[in-house]
């Protein structure tokens, strides 16, 4: 932590009595499958079911039926709703043709992306994995943004999967589609195809299955953290998405869930126990968030200002400019450093001239019009990384001609905070387009606190902490009761959130 060191000892000094919790341990809940209320079968779930070969979360035990991780949580969302349904196995690329037509379709495990928000009802989150770019041990390949990956060669993906929409929605234009992460991998390991768009989930499981030596990858670049859900088709009615997220719910809450987890080696972290003020603790956890998200984004931002007015940056030439922002970035590890034109065109430290253009960004013509822009969330064009935006205006007596820019990642920035925000506090902060900035569950950033139903006890407290300088709400959200301080900080214009459970 860079810039609220001081924080640190008062926080220490004052979780010297945190315990570990784990003293008492809860039965899965009864089985409410067939026969349970004693009124026969149970009634079909009125929904078709739809999974693929995806393991561990996904894929055809030994008598061919669906099993792994995600589908015992779907058998037991329906155990708990008295409900049965059959669970079908089919290629991504039909299951996924199937969930978007509809009617009345689940389809698990399904990554909830930006690319696909609006396409489906979601109930989760299940688990998260990093999508990963593989490549040969020995093929020498090394990447460090989206953009050289964008000149790395022909990359492999399955068709409608998630990592394909992202490769499409970032203008990726070398991608060669498969059925299946197998072919993929096949693809690779024969040299048709030079990266692999696969998963940390379930590649060396593949490797295994395909009889491939799991050290003759290499994960050389990691995009993105995806969460999994179960995606609806949108003709599902609201009141079907409510009973069974609120069944996922019930199953987190009284250990289910996690027990489910721990036979496919994932397990949840201890709980802890606050012997000492949550207020006081939350408001120096808020302090902590101030200082080192503000001081990150103000170390960039003054130099920036200085090197503005520079001879250097006022040519307008790139190859003057680049040693400046190389000398500053070697210095913010955590930042991607730019220099773009006013037409939206750019440069990077890394790749030089970029094919993407920056014109399109919301934050670009209010630069544009000679204003400093601090904290717009993005996903980077160059790295794929969430990023808020420090853009600094180069301006003589002709207006503004060009933009120093920089992409601070928010995920590096969230991890740090986690190091100084203790369990069981989780953390957040909310931007000025209604989006999470930060938060301690790192999947959930750049997501569109709109889709929080404003009605619900989460959203109503949503609605109070955006509308609020500061204060305290209490909230419901996954099964467990939150108390939050919140507070505003001038400098982004983001609300800065501090939560704790309660019994």
Not at 250 to 265: C, L
Not at 267 to 272: C, E, G, K, M, N
């Amino acid at each position: 932590m860079k810039n609220a060191r001081h924080c640190i000892g008062i926080v220490c000094l004052l979780f010297v009595l945190i315990l570990a919790c784990g003293c008492s341990t809860q039965e899965p809940a009864a089985d409410m499958g067939e026969g349970a209320t004693g009124a026969g079968p149970a009634p079909d779930a009125d929904l078709r079911i739809i999974t693929e070969e995806f393991p561990p979360l996904n894929y055809a035990g030994a008598d061919g039926k669906a099993t792994g991780l995600s589908t015992e949580v779907v058998n037991g969302i329906l155990e708990r709703l008295n409900q049965r349904a059959d669970i079908e196995i089919l290629p991504w690329s039909e299951g996924y043709t199937l969930a978007l037509a509809g009617p009345r379709v689940a389809l698990y495990s399904t990554g909830r992306s930006d690319e696909r928000e609006d396409l489906f009802k979601w109930v989760g989150p299940i688990v998260a994995f990093d999508q990963t770019l593989y490549a040969r041990k020995d093929s020498g390949i090394q990447i460090k943004s989206l953009e050289a990956a964008r000149k790395a060669g022909r990359i492999g993906v399955v068709k409608d999967d998630s990592r394909h929409l992202f490769l499409l929605e970032n203008q990726f234009d070398n991608i060669a589609t498969c059925n299946s992460d197998a072919e993929c991998l096949r693809s690779l390991m024969a040299g048709t195809t030079d990266l692999w768009f696969g998963s940390s989930a379930n590649a060396g499981d593949i490797a295994r299955r395909e009889g491939i030596d799991s050290s003759a990858l290499e994960a050389v670049y990691t995009v993105r953290t995806v969460p999994m859900y179960i995606a609806f088709s949108t003709d599902t009615p609201d009141s079907v998405i409510a009973e069974w997220q609120g069944a996922l719910d019930a199953m987190k809450e009284d250990g289910t869930f996690d027990a489910i987890s721990g036979k496919y080696g994932i397990l949840p972290s201890a709980p802890t126990v606050v012997l000492v003020s949550e207020k006081t603790l939350a408001d120096l956890a808020l302090e902590i968030m101030t200082a080192e998200t503000d001081g990150q984004l103000r170390a960039i931002l003054r130099p920036f200002e200085v090197l503005a007015v520079t001879e250097e940056a006022q040519s307008g030439e790139w190859q003057k400019i680049r040693p400046l922002l190389a000398v500053l970035e070697e210095n913010e590890p955590d930042a991607l450093l730019w220099y773009a034109l006013p037409d939206g065109s750019y440069y990077t430290i890394a790749d030089g001239l970029a094919s993407a253009n920056l014109k399109g960004r919301s934050y670009f013509p209010e630069v544009l019009a000679g204003n400093v822009v601090v904290g717009t969330v993005v996903e980077s064009y160059a790295t794929g990384e969430n990023a808020a935006i420090v853009a600094v205006p180069i301006k003589n007596t002709e207006g503004v001609r060009g933009v120093l820019g920089a992409s601070v990642y928010l995920d590096m920035l969230s991890d740090t905070l986690r190091e100084e925000v203790p369990e069981p506090f989780i953390f957040y902060a909310i931007d000025t387009e209604n989006r999470f900035a930060l938060h301690s569950d790192k999947e959930k950033i750049t997501e569109d606190i709109s889709t929080i139903g404003p009605d619900t006890s989460f959203g109503k407290a949503i609605d109070r902490i955006t509308t609020q300088d500061s204060g305290t709400v209490a909230y419901d959200d996954g099964g467990v009761h939150y108390i939050a301080r919140f507070t505003s900080d001038p400098m982004t214009g983001w609300r800065f959130v501090v939560a704790w459970p309660t019994s």
